[in-house]
């Protein structure tokens, strides 16, 4: 990683992106110890409107606290692909829900249905965490063990196994480069953490 490392997470209101991007930050700087900042905007609306999150990685301290280039772009929706993707740094990672975007550029995107696999899992709201998991596979922007104790403190209590599920059908995503299995019974976890 670079000493600043730009993250934006996009989606619409309703999708958890604020808190995956307070999830992402504290994973960074409480557990992984690096200089972080967060910011966020969203719509008035409390669900459907745009929703932003953004999350600079450092070294060393940070004099800007917004993205200017992101490296990494989360794009939940197309509307938000379409609004953001000219910002992504050349090179950058693309990364979309493959359900929810369908006008993605091929050679650039890697598409994962984030939104399916959460709904498989049981909670449709947990494709947050989905995201955060495959996010943190492909970057390594923040530790897999960071990430894990960063969801856990930030979740409803009695939501624990499943985020942890959530996010290890990210990472399980991620690796398997867009098919995952996801598991039968709540207890189990696909191999991921």
Do not use: C, H, W
């Given at each position: ?36 900042c967060q ?7 409390a669900?459907?409107?745009a ?88 970057t ?54």
């Open positions: 990683m670079s000493s600043r490392y730009e993250i934006r997470l996009a989606g619409s209101g309703g999708q958890g992106l604020i808190l995956a991007g307070i999830i992402l930050a504290e994973a960074a700087g409480v557990y992984d110890g690096k200089f972080v910011t966020q905007s969203y719509g008035p609306e669900r459907g409107g929703s932003k999150a953004e999350v600079v990685i450092s070294d060393a301290e940070i004099d800007y606290p917004k993205a200017i280039q992101p490296d990494v772009l989360l794009a939940m929706n197309q509307k938000s692909l379409d609004v953001f993707l000219s910002d992504l740094k050349p090179g950058g990672l693309l990364l979309v829900d493959a359900d929810l975007v369908k006008e993605a550029p091929a050679n650039r995107a890697v598409a994962l249905p984030f939104t399916r696999i959460a709904r498989e899992l049981g909670r449709v709201m947990a494709a947050n965490i989905v995201a955060l998991g495959a996010l943190a596979q492909l390594g922007a923040v530790s897999l063990e960071s990430l894990t104790a960063a969801v856990l403190a930030r979740v409803p209590k009695g939501t624990e196994d499943l985020n942890r599920q959530a996010l290890a059908a990210g990472v399980a995503a991620a690796k398997a480069g867009g098919t995952v299995s996801v598991p039968e019974e709540p207890g189990e976890t696909p191999e991921a953490l």
